[in-house]
Nanobody, 123 residues
């Protein structure tokens, strides 16, 4: 059984930084793409970033240049470094395991999800 556990969320002021971590267990994830999504209250879950098994990355336009996704295959862990955070309330950030080695911005391309970690950016 695959489990993904996110950590690192919290309250941060606008302009600040946070680093999210997602530790996977139950499967070696190095051969799969990994993704981050987020969901604000009352809104749909949206794509943030993905990283392929080769380390190629892709970002939503809204975070490009500010967020960095990375992976440590030895630790079976993926990270999301978030800089220059913008005020906008709260969102839950979810880690996801791709169904294939290649990433996608579509939620349907991921078949395992973590429980999420809350990120709140104050102005």
């Amino acid at each position: 059984q695959v489990q993904l556990v996110e950590s690192g969320g919290g309250l941060v002021q606008a302009g600040g930084s946070l680093r999210l971590s997602c530790a996977a267990s139950g499967r070696t994830v190095s051969s799969y793409a990994m993704g981050w999504f987020r969901q604000a209250p009352g809104k749909e879950r949206e794509f943030v970033a993905f990283i392929t098994w080769t380390g190629n990355t892709n970002y939503a336009d809204s975070v490009k240049g500010r967020f960095t996704i990375s992976r440590d295959n030895a630790k079976n862990t993926v990270y999301l470094q978030m800089n220059s955070l913008e005020p906008g309330g709260a969102a839950v950030y979810y880690c996801s395991l791709g169904a294939t080695s290649w990433g996608t911005s579509r939620r349907q391309g991921y078949n395992y999800w973590g429980q999420g970690t809350q990120v709140t950016v104050s102005s």
